[in-house]
């Protein structure tokens, strides 16, 4: 068909794939990972997608599954099924509106469902598809970056082993200012045997 194909290089092979190809990956991964938590073979299942995913995607959805060998019972809404998972129905006698929050790695979605009698409907989404986790720690890097070249006057912008290894601290900076006033960002042997010792506040973060 004319759909999209993505190119990878597999043990000194290159190979196509479509979407429902790859994202079929993902699927059987965690269907086996299902399996050997649970003891058994699992073949239903119900997937979630993003809210704002149309009927095309959601369709290539359930293909995916379908190839991963799962018997696809639903195709579920993210935010909905987040409101599930935090026991939200229960107890809910009237009509209620709640705004689901989902900010990932990646993507950033907000959602309103409104709840009645135990079914969901989803009356409104948005969201940022270029903002999550992600940003935070590159905006970390970048801070943290500027102090080394401030002080040492060395740019590390293309030193591409310490990027890593610094990066991989800010990230964890970042989750640890969840709960905490301070995180430390230490990394030894960062460049030309400088090791790289700082704290940030949640202030600062913010």
């Not at 809404?77 to 990646?106: C, M, Q, R, W």
């Amino acid at each position: 068909g004319g759909g999209p194909k993505i190119q990878v290089e597999y043990r000194d092979e290159l190979k196509v794939f479509t979407p429902e190809e790859i994202s079929s990956m993902v699927l059987g991964e965690l269907k086996k990972v299902a399996e050997e938590y649970l003891g058994c073979s699992v073949s239903n299942a119900v997937v979630t997608v993003p809210a704002y995913f149309n009927d095309s995607q959601r369709q290539a959805t359930k293909d995916a599954g379908t190839i991963a060998g799962l018997n696809i019972l639903a195709i579920l809404n993210e935010p909905t099924a987040a409101a599930l998972a935090y026991g939200i129905h229960k107890g809910v006698s009237s009509s209620k509106k709640i705004l689901v929050f989902d900010l990932g790695g990646g993507t950033f979605d907000v959602a309103v469902l409104s709840i009645n009698e135990g079914e969901f409907i989803v009356e409104a989404v948005g969201g940022d598809t270029h903002l999550g986790g992600g940003d935070f720690d590159k905006r970390l890097l970048k801070y943290f970056l500027m102090l080394i070249k401030q002080s040492h006057g060395k740019d590390l912008s293309q030193n591409f082993k310490a990027l890593s290894r610094l990066k991989s601290v800010c990230e964890a900076a970042k989750r640890m200012l969840s709960s905490s006033l301070m995180a430390p960002v230490i990394v030894d042997n960062l460049f030309d045997e400088n090791d790289f010792h700082q704290t940030i506040s949640r202030v600062r973060f913010e």
